[in-house]
């Protein structure tokens, strides 16, 4: 039996056809994401912080209003169910609660999986300080940074109390190296509440409650300190104090 031309081409076109379709193969995503929403919050009962609000601090009854708060989160790490890590590149964030208590961190191309930690750094580890002129979060524009020497400013608090001498208070935690460095590091569990899956197409959330009342934690009081601008033992200790105050609220897939 004779098959004419046409026939004998358009069999040959369908026959290619599916052979393409069947070579192409289903890609399946291996990347997902989600976000570290930090909330920042005024010891008990607790109250969202905003600037230019009257706070009391119920252990040393000192009055503050915050016109500035302002603080570095850095190296941001998920630790895995089977314990390897994911590390997020560039991970530098200078959290400013001039915008409002809630301050969000995307992580974006997270491999797919279980985690059951996040780590992160309270200030900015010691390559960056002595990396000269930065851009972006760590750029000196940002009125974060002393000099090469002392670094960056970790932590800035500044605004107004009756109880300070001056009638205003300023703190600002740095020192990035030797026993008095207040980078800290910081790891929180997720598994107590929930393990974060991350699946592609995940808007995962992980919930991270920040009460700022903690830098004050053991201290004299405003009318004994005030003002503190310089790297030491008394900045160690509030920011070991500070980085205490967060934990861990809800973790959402």
């Not at 809630?102 to 992160?120: C, H, K, N, R």
């Not at 009756?162 to 598994?191: C, D, M, R, W, Y």
């Not at 030491?232 to 609220?249: D, I, N, P, Q, R």
């Amino acid at each position: 039996m004779k098959i004419g031309m046409f026939t004998l081409v358009l069999l040959t076109l369908l026959f290619s056809a599916c052979k393409k379709e069947e070579k192409e193969p289903v890609v399946i995503g291996t990347t997902g994401h989600c976000s570290l929403k930090l909330y920042h919050v005024w010891q008990e009962p607790v109250y969202p912080v905003y600037m230019d609000t009257l706070y009391v601090n119920a252990v040393t009854n000192d009055s503050l209003r915050f016109t500035t708060f302002k603080y570095y989160v850095s190296n941001i790490r998920l630790k895995k169910s089977d314990g390897s890590w994911y590390v997020q590149p560039n991970s530098y964030y200078l959290v400013d609660l001039s915008t409002g208590p809630e301050f969000q961190i995307s992580l974006d191309d997270v491999p797919v999986g279980d985690y059951t930690d996040i780590q992160y750094t309270f200030g900015v580890d010691s390559t960056r300080n002595v990396s000269g002129v930065q851009s972006g979060a760590l750029s000196p524009s940002n009125g974060m940074f002393w000099s090469w020497n002392t670094g960056y400013i970790m932590s800035k608090a500044e605004g107004i109390s009756p109880n300070a001498s001056s009638g205003a208070f300023a703190f600002h935690l740095g020192g990035f190296h030797g026993a008095n460095s207040v980078v800290t590091e910081k790891t929180i569990n997720l598994s107590g509440l929930n393990t974060l899956n991350i699946s592609p197409g995940a808007t995962g959330i992980i919930g991270v409650s920040v009460d700022i009342a903690k830098m004050w934690q053991g201290s004299p009081g405003l009318s004994v300190t005030s003002d503190l601008q310089a790297p030491g033992a008394a900045a160690k200790t509030m920011a070991v104090s500070f980085v205490s105050g967060m934990t861990l609220g809800y973790v959402t897939d």
